[in-house]
């Protein structure tokens, strides 16, 4: 019998523990933020009824998802409750079918964060996985919803890459009535949804083929020269809302989005976002149709290459599909595996921990296991991780498990310590090591210490 195949799938995400534990750091920072904000924690089912999901997913998306095969245990026997199971292919339908199920339970505005997987059948290839984490937030409306959640999404978007420490970022905020209303105004009778998304790539296009591929969807060149114009303003916040206002488009989507868009900017500020994080990029349009009005993208400055790295927006109505409600929102999605797996590539992200514990205990025999699980107990209790080790090993490989693991602390509990009531304490402090032979309640203060100073 041949070895069984070990390798993971391709398009699956799987980490050493130094990397893991790096990856669950940047989740938690995320979690802790969201639920800072008062966003509560849901979770929904990976299976969801096929007719459920695609309700609301065509084209490309529905080729992506993953069926499931409705058999159990192997019988063979099919399981006639699920219809047409398949596997979520991201968090935003579900939640449409949360809502619209639990519509008479929930309180309005329903504030909801759902960090987990989700699966496509993508091509493999860097940044495009087959199983990967979403982080999402989003804020749902009964019939009508504030502007000012508009605001609150980029400042959540600030605190959380402000806390992970990336590197200077952008947050770029736009409005799709202004684009639509544009469109409207030059007299478009094009897909205006096709027009939008020519206008999404015109960051990866040349300023040629933008030029080429509007005309193939039939614009003059005079509704040519007015996108052109129009995509070409920029620069500081006030400087872009005066330019905008002084195109004098008499069309009364375009100025609605230019109103929400100051009201939006002047809030950001207000929930204090940082000037030189964010501005207004008129060619952020957001390729989803289910976007009515803002919309966001986030872009570390230092590494363009990696593209969007949290995205989002306001949409009218969540759950049309499921529910006759009126439940505008606005929401946006941190795709974390995306986002490590690139940042590990370029060496932003590295796994620097090789263990989640604080203090690894060594009793140094068999007679000594009894005190070193007592003193984990109590070491624990004070707010740190404990890995006692239980093996019968040689010193030697004691300390070869210890130098592996390379903890915070090394707790070592000998014979002479216990005879004295101590342990021996070994950290780093700076290039030294400091060893300190210490009652335990002693050791641990020192801990305590260590800790708030690093």
Request: aromatic letters at 8%.
């Amino acid at each position: 019998m041949g070895n069984i195949i070990t390798k993971v799938l391709p398009g699956f995400m799987e980490l050493l523990p130094e990397e893991q534990i790096e990856f669950d750091r940047i989740k938690n920072v995320i979690l802790s933020t969201y639920e800072r904000f008062g966003f509560t924690p849901i979770d929904t089912p990976a299976i969801e009824r096929g007719q459920t999901l695609l309700a609301k997913a065509g084209g490309e998306t529905a080729k992506q998802i993953y069926s499931v095969e409705n058999k159990r245990g192997g019988t063979g026997v099919a399981d006639d409750k699920v219809s047409e199971p398949v596997l979520r292919f991201d968090l935003t339908v579900p939640l449409a079918r949360y809502v619209a199920e639990h519509f008479n339970d929930l309180s309005f505005p329903f504030r909801r964060c759902h960090i987990a997987k989700a699966y496509r059948g993508e091509r493999p290839q860097r940044g495009r996985f087959r199983e990967f984490y979403q982080c999402d937030i989003d804020v749902i409306g009964r019939d009508k919803l504030s502007i000012r959640y508009d605001a609150e999404i980029p400042s959540i978007i600030y605190q959380i890459f402000k806390q992970l420490d990336f590197g200077k970022f952008t947050i770029r905020v736009n409005n799709r009535k202004l684009l639509s209303g544009l469109i409207e105004s030059l007299g478009i009778t094009a897909d205006a949804a096709e027009v939008l998304r020519i206008i999404d790539k015109i960051e990866k296009i040349s300023p040629e083929a933008f030029e080429s591929m509007l005309k193939e969807n039939n614009l003059t060149e005079a509704q040519v020269a007015g996108i052109k114009r129009f995509m070409a303003i920029s620069g500081k916040t006030e400087d872009v809302l005066k330019a905008l206002k002084g195109l004098n488009i008499d069309n009364e989507l375009f100025n609605l989005g230019l109103e929400e868009l100051s009201t939006v900017t002047a809030a950001m500020e207000e929930m204090g976002v940082d000037r030189d994080y964010y501005q207004i990029d008129l060619s952020i349009a957001r390729g989803l149709d289910y976007y009515t009005g803002t919309v966001y993208e986030t872009k570390l400055d230092d590494h363009p290459q990696i593209g969007s790295v949290c995205s989002g927006g306001r949409f009218d109505n969540l759950a049309s599909h499921y529910i006759s409600e009126k439940l505008p929102g606005v929401g946006m999605s941190i795709g974390l595996t995306r986002l490590f797996d690139q940042l590990r590539a370029i060496g932003v992200v590295s796994g620097k921990r090789k263990t989640i514990a604080d203090a690894v205990i060594v009793p140094m025999d068999e007679s000594n296991i009894a005190t070193a699980l007592n003193a984990a107990a109590e070491i624990r209790k004070n707010g740190f991780n404990a890995d006692v080790l239980l093996e019968d090993w040689s010193v030697k490989n004691k300390f070869k498990y210890v130098s592996k693991k390379d903890a915070t602390f090394t707790v070592v509990i000998g014979s002479d310590e216990e005879r004295d009531n101590v342990i021996v304490l070994q950290y780093k402090q700076g290039d030294e090591i400091i060893k300190e032979r210490l009652p335990l309640d002693k050791a641990i203060a020192v801990m305590i210490g260590f800790k708030k100073e690093n």
